[in-house]
């Protein structure tokens, strides 16, 4: 594929308001971070996890036993969740709890919810 095949084909129209969109957009890395977060939610299991920690602090085993999945493929999509900083958990004695790492998960996971609800009724 020839350079001139990826350059866009357009001439700007709106010089002012490109360029002011150019200074808006943030920078490539805090993009990708964002696309990251939105991976991490991309996955059902994890939004059902997600819902189930929302007003539920839940060990490994209640998660399972709720979602009717083994222990070690919950534990695989908490340690996802956990690496992208939307859950924390905690130990006492032998057992992990498991909830949301802050409000702002909760704010997402509702925004979206009010979204999809407010999509159905178009």
């Known amino acids: 594929m020839g350079r ?3 350059d ?7 010089q002012e308001k490109v360029e002011k969109a150019k200074q ?6 805090k993009l990708l971070l964002i696309a990251d977060f939105y991976k991490a939610l991309s996955d059902s299991t994890r939004i059902k996890i997600v819902n189930l920690l929302e007003n539920n602090e839940l060990c490994v085993c209640d998660i399972s036993v709720i979602l009717n999945m083994t222990k070690s493929a919950v534990s695989h999509q908490l340690k996802n969740l956990r690496e992208m900083n939307l859950i924390k958990s905690r130990k006492i004695g032998k057992e992990v709890w498991y909830s949301l790492a802050d409000n702002h998960v909760k ?6 919810l009010e979204h999809i609800m407010e999509t159905e009724n178009d």
């Open 4 to 6: 001139n095949e990826l």
């Open 8 to 14: 866009c084909d357009c001439d700007v129209i709106h």
């Open 24 to 29: 808006q957009m943030l920078d490539e890395e």
């Open 107 to 112: 704010e997402v996971f509702d925004v979206s």
